[in-house]
């Protein structure tokens, strides 16, 4: 073989060297050999604490999972799409179908995990039915969690909701409300500090338990056990059929993770599957 030839050969395979490097970098992208990374992000407690668990599992799988927290969740679904984290673990179906109609996204859940339930706590008061004529109550701001908030006080039967209201309910949707209470919406993180000026809060599990709330103790009103708002997997389309996304969503409905949430959170956090 001439030197011509060889030179000519050496190009080619090189060519196809840097080629291959410039393949996808999404969920399935190869790290180290064989090892596959993926990048999902999360709130504290519990999400990132279940990721945790899952890591050992998915390593036996040859998936290196690498864990990104977020103590704003609103940035959470922005930063999956666009492609700064591979997945995201922190929402409910409903506030996912919001956040896709308002921004014009197609965030796609993959696997139900657990479900949280609001509760309604209060540091002055330990009844609902202590709350006095005018009391103030806090809610989230956002549109899901908001409604859902004013659906756990119509369940709790302190306000009444037209008929046919969900989690999309506002204040406008009250149609009876005996106490003339007082609603006042705020970033959902802020609730537990915001019980040290306020009546009462409706709060997120998850926020509750960062605060080192405990939402079976410590709540005056906690929502049924069979809410349906049960936190998932999320991730870009094109990436739901991948088959590290696919042993991720297996891994999170392992025993393991179910017998971690039922162990540590005692009906806190209650597992969906």
């Known amino acids: 073989m001439n030197k011509k030839v ?42 990132a604490e279940i990721l945790e668990i899952v890591k050992p599992l998915l390593e036996k799988e040859g998936i290196e999972l690498e864990i990104k927290e977020f103590t704003d969740y609103v940035l959470l679904n922005p930063a999956l799409n666009d492609g700064e984290i591979d997945a995201n673990f922190f929402q409910h179906i409903p506030y996912l179908e919001d956040y896709n109609e308002k921004n014009n996204t197609d965030l796609v859940w993959t696997v139900k995990v657990h479900t949280e339930p609001m509760g309604v706590y209060s540091n002055e008061y330990q009844k609902l039915e202590d709350l006095p004529e005018g009391a103030t109550i806090g809610i989230p701001n956002d549109t899901t969690n908001g409604g859902r908030a004013l659906m756990v006080l119509a369940t709790a039967g302190i306000i009444k909701l037209k008929e046919g209201a969900d989690v999309t309910a506002t204040e406008k949707d009250i149609v009876e409300n005996p106490k003339n209470f007082k609603f006042q919406m705020m970033d959902a993180a802020m609730l537990p500090r915001a019980l040290e000026d306020l009546d009462a809060c409706v709060i997120n599990s998850n926020y509750a338990i960062e605060a080192n709330l405990n939402p079976v103790e410590d709540s005056i009103f906690m929502e049924p056990k069979d809410s349906p708002f049960a936190n998932v997997l999320t991730v870009r389309p094109e990436d739901k059929d991948k088959e590290a996304i696919k042993k991720l969503g297996e891994a999170l409905q392992s025993p393991e993770v179910k017998a971690f949430l039922e162990e540590k959170y005692q009906g806190s956090c209650i597992p969906a599957f």
Not at 10 to 31: M, P, W
């Open 6 to 47: 060889l030179a000519l050969l050496c190009c080619f395979v090189l060519l196809i060297g840097i080629a291959a490097g410039c393949g996808d970098n999404g969920a399935d992208k190869q790290s180290n050999g064989d090892t596959t990374k993926l990048v999902v992000g999360a709130t504290a407690k519990p999400h």
